[in-house]
């Protein structure tokens, strides 16, 4: 599939015989700093070359229609800008119907209609952000087509509102940060609570990133997200009893050994223990990537996802058994789930050179434990959302 195929699809559908614009914004992975972004903490991610296309022209009047190569036989969804109600009905075209609706909200004027054509390669239920690459796409495609000129940390948090209040999902602002702002080759250390950030060197020389798709949906993961946001606010509010501190992420691992008694109920004990001690890791990890010290990177990797799996128990036996598989084979630096949880993906740090057996043995050893294979991609960490002219798609 490549931009001239997506063109042809576009005309098709639309009945439009012009060249339409480009754009793309990535889907994301993150390295490392899981669930710590709702908590007040960092995280680690980076863009990825997986991620949403769309194609798009203005039209003359006020209707909206949408088309999804992804999803043919939905068709074109249509509506209209001056009614940006939710509707289920929409089903997936209600996240740029949202972007229009908030942005509209925030002062930006639409005078005409468009027609939008998208195309996602993220594979669907993976973790890997194609709500949020959806919306940011949507974002940039209507910054250039109206010459609107908005800060992209306004269209990031405009993202974020969508999936939390036009959606219903309370999510964290990672995934549309990382997606808006991702740079070639770079993961972002990324503070949740202030918003600052900074570029840490991805530089993997003779290694890959290999994300490993266990193929399970995620069907636990909303209401677990739910559950475990709760605990973390009851362990916060635990420790504000004595302690000067807003978020989790405002406690540092000293200051946890010496008050975690607080905390009176157990599990949330250990709720907290991972988000303090993975915040922590996010340091440590920017740190390893500044030395291009890749080794000790992964070992944070794989520490976080024991965390993961004994203190915040979100793993489960899909990722577990992927991510114990990978670390025993040779040539693997590091690997942990990443995302909610409860299936999904999980990512690994391999030597280039030994991805083709890496990719069979995890492969066996997961298909004898679970019953079905497992899915592999390579990830290139690419540049974030933007209006792109030519090129081949991955």
Known sequence: MNIL?????????FTNTQ????????????????????????VLPASISFGTYALALGRQDRKLRFYSVNFPDAGVIECDLDDLSYQTAHDWANYPKGMLLYLQEAGYQFDHGIDVLFYGNIPNG????????????MGVLLEELFELNIDRIDLIRIGQKVENNYIGVNSGIMDQFAIGMGKQNHAILLNCQTLNYQYAPLVLKDHLIIIMNTNKQRTLAGSKYNERRAQCE????????LLPVQTLGDVT???????QLLIKNETNRKRARHIVYENARTVAALEKLNQNDLTAFGT????SHLSLQHDYEVSGIELDTIVEAAWEQPGVLGARMTGAGFGGCAIAIVESESVDDFKENVSVIYKQRIGYEPTFYTAEIGDGAREISEGVLK
């Open 234 to 241: 009851a362990a916060l509010s635990d420790l504000q009893t």
């Open 5 to 13: 195929d997506l063109t042809k699809y576009y005309q098709q559908a």
């Open 126 to 137: 993976a973790g890997l952000s194609s709500s949020a690459s959806i919306e940011m796409v």
């Open 300 to 303: 944070l990797m794989n520490e």
């Open 19 to 42: 060249t339409p614009r480009a754009f793309f914004a990535p889907g994301r992975i993150n390295l490392i700093g899981e669930h710590t972004d709702y908590n007040g903490g960092n």
């Open 253 to 259: 691992i000293d200051v946890f050994e010496s008050n």
